[in-house]
């Protein structure tokens, strides 16, 4: 009797090693963030910026390493493979979470295993063209490409990227037909894109608009319902014409395969908050880029969203899968 008294004893002693909530106690060592693309990109920017608030609302070291490769699959693959502890989490753009899976044929993760934490921001697309493009309006534009079809270029941040798939989806929408030229990066191809080696680019809006206002790219439209308050004399696709175009980019934190709900819970909130502070809110309104304040089960339901829209359009499109 005494022993099986011991061993409860034992038990109810062990149990509250996370706390009744699973997660008390939680952190107590540093935590790393893989941010599976360069330093400097938005992904990463975004992050550093979340980072720094976590070391002080968490009272831990927060560290951001980059790991890319492989549209993100890098470190979305050295995550999933992470002990599920709150320790390890990925930092990535939608490719590692919800369109690698649909264009490669063999990936050495699987995107559905990683526990979605919080959807950071999300920032619209553009069209921009190089400075001396002959079209000044987005009408423009799509009469121009369908006057000269398949000579066009565009840069993109890569096979798979946003960039690439918005430029998919306006050729399903308006059949018009672009060259495709993929990059490593968004940095390269905004190079050739101010350079005028390539025409055209569906990049983001925070790499979009500095190079606007200083005269060195154009954007002809943004792909939102609404324009954007930052360029208001910029119409929409929609505007434009073109239905129901919208397109947009995210940053995403994801933990690995059974991290704790309480553990991803009290990590949500941390986040959410930090996005709502106003120095915060400040920052990220620099980067015309917006905040969200998802929980996690609403960040679950936005990327299988995301994934349902882009495999509509890598389908219409018939891109290949990659190897």
């Avoid at 009469?143 to 690439?164: D, E, I, K, M, V």
């Avoid at 030229?181 to 390269?188: E, H, L, S």
């Amino acid at each position: 009797m005494f022993k099986y008294a011991t061993l409860l004893a034992g038990l109810l002693l062990a149990a509250p090693a996370f706390g009744e909530d699973g997660a008390a106690g939680y952190p107590d060592r540093p935590i790393k963030i893989v941010v599976c693309v360069p330093a400097g990109g938005g992904v990463d920017t975004v992050t550093r910026i979340v980072a720094d608030k976590l070391r002080e609302r968490l009272g831990q070291p927060v560290v951001v390493e980059n790991r890319t490769g492989l549209s993100g699959s890098i470190g979305a693959e050295a995550v999933v493979g992470a002990e599920p502890d709150g320790y390890t989490l990925l930092a990535s753009q939608p490719a590692p979470l919800t369109v690698n899976v649909l264009l490669y044929k063999k990936l050495n993760y699987d995107p559905s295993a990683l526990v979605p934490v919080a959807v950071m921001t999300s920032i619209p697309n553009t069209l921009t063209v190089r400075p001396d493009f002959p079209a000044t309006t987005i009408r423009d534009f799509i009469a121009y490409a369908r006057a000269h079809p398949g000579t066009l270029n565009y840069a993109s941040q890569g096979t798979g990227t946003t960039s690439h798939l918005t430029a998919a989806l306006f050729d399903s929408k308006t059949g018009i037909r672009m060259q495709h030229v993929p990059y490593r990066g968004t940095a390269p191809a905004i190079t050739d894109l101010i350079a005028g080696h390539v025409d055209l680019m569906f990049a983001e809006l925070a790499s979009a608009i500095h190079l606007h206002e200083a005269g060195k790219a154009r954007i002809l439209a943004v792909a939102t319902k609404e324009r954007v308050p930052a360029l208001p004399d910029i119409p929409t696709f929609i505007e434009a014409g073109v239905p129901d175009f919208i397109s947009d980019t995210w940053n995403a934190i994801s933990a690995p395969p059974k991290t704790p709900p309480a553990i991803v819970a009290k990590l949500n909130a941390a986040i959410v908050d930090i996005l709502k502070m106003p120095d915060v809110q400040e920052r990220l309104k620099k980067l015309n880029t917006t905040p969200e304040a998802m929980t996690p089960a609403e960040a679950a339901d936005f990327v299988k969203a995301d994934m349902a829209r882009w495999s509509g359009v890598i389908k219409a499109a018939n891109i290949p899968p990659l190897e």
